[in-house]
T-cell receptor, first 120, second 112 residues
Framework: GAGVSQSPSNKVTEKGKDVELRCDPI?????LYWYRQSLGQGLEFLIY????????KSGLPSDRFSAERTGGSVSTLTIQRTQQEDSAVYLC??????????????????FGPGTRLTVL | SQQGEEDPQALSIQEGENATMNCSYK?????LQWYRQNSGRGLVHLIL?????REKHSGRLRVTLDTSKKSSSLLITASRAADTASYFC????????????FGTGTSLTVIP
């Protein structure tokens, strides 16, 4: 079946502009995550959605960052007034909800290919 | 701050040799996962070990977990050039729902 998809794959923008990044999770996955990965670095947790619960926004680096998930499926990460330090690969992942679930794949996350954001 | 730290940061071995990577973390966890990332396939889940497990195998992969030392190791046996990638550990901390923390990764190069 289809995996996690993200769009666009690459985005180049000017400092100060707003950008929207999209994530389509795997159908049936109730959990959705956004991460940021700077060049040569690990993944930095940004935000987590679980079903209809309030999202865990504890990883968002500033109030310029926001995300929403419509209908429990597609998610959009918005960065307002972009800065050069926002340049990174933004990764989305989805998984089954916390707790036991099929095939013993407890909390396994399936990642999308990422969006490479470059802020000039 | 990052929960997991991998060690070494970089590792270079000959094809056929074994590769061992370590991960240390700071707080109590529900489970620990290892992921691989390469330019061709993005981030891929390799193996998950729960906090009540001590060792787990999957093909050429062997993962150990020592909760008393808050550390895990990933062993890749009989390495292949295709194993060249960055390897990350990710920890699911207790009482934080499904939030995961990734380390900075170990860059493995397998020389043919």
């Amino acid at each position: 079946g289809a995996g996690v998809s993200q769009s666009p794959s690459n985005k180049v923008t000017e400092k100060g502009k707003d950008v929207e990044l999209r994530c389509d999770p795997i159908s049936g996955h109730t959990a959705l995550y956004w991460y940021r990965q700077s060049l040569g670095q690990g993944l930095e947790f940004l935000i987590y959605f679980q079903g209809n619960s309030a999202p865990d926004k504890s990883g968002l680096p500033s109030d310029r960052f926001s995300a929403e998930r419509t209908g429990g499926s597609v998610s959009t990460l918005t960065i307002q007034r972009t800065q050069q330090e926002d340049s990174a690969v933004y990764l989305c992942a989805s998984s089954f909800s916390a707790g036991e679930h099929p095939a013993g794949s407890y909390n396994e996350q399936f990642f999308g290919p990422g969006t490479r954001l470059t802020v000039l | 701050s990052q929960q997991g730290e991998e060690d070494p940061q970089a590792l270079s071995i000959q094809e056929g040799e074994n590769a061992t990577m370590n991960c240390s973390y700071k707080t109590s966890i529900n489970n620990l996962q290892w992921y691989r990332q390469n330019s061709g396939r993005g981030l891929v889940h390799l193996i998950l070990i729960r906090s009540n497990e001590r060792e787990k195998h999957s093909g050429r992969l062997r993962v150990t977990l020592d909760t008393s030392k808050k550390s895990s190791s990933l062993l890749i046996t009989a390495s292949r050039a295709a194993d060249t990638a960055s390897y990350f550990c990710a920890t699911a901390r207790m009482n934080t729902g499904n939030q995961f923390y990734f380390g900075t990764g170990t860059s493995l190069t397998v020389i043919p």
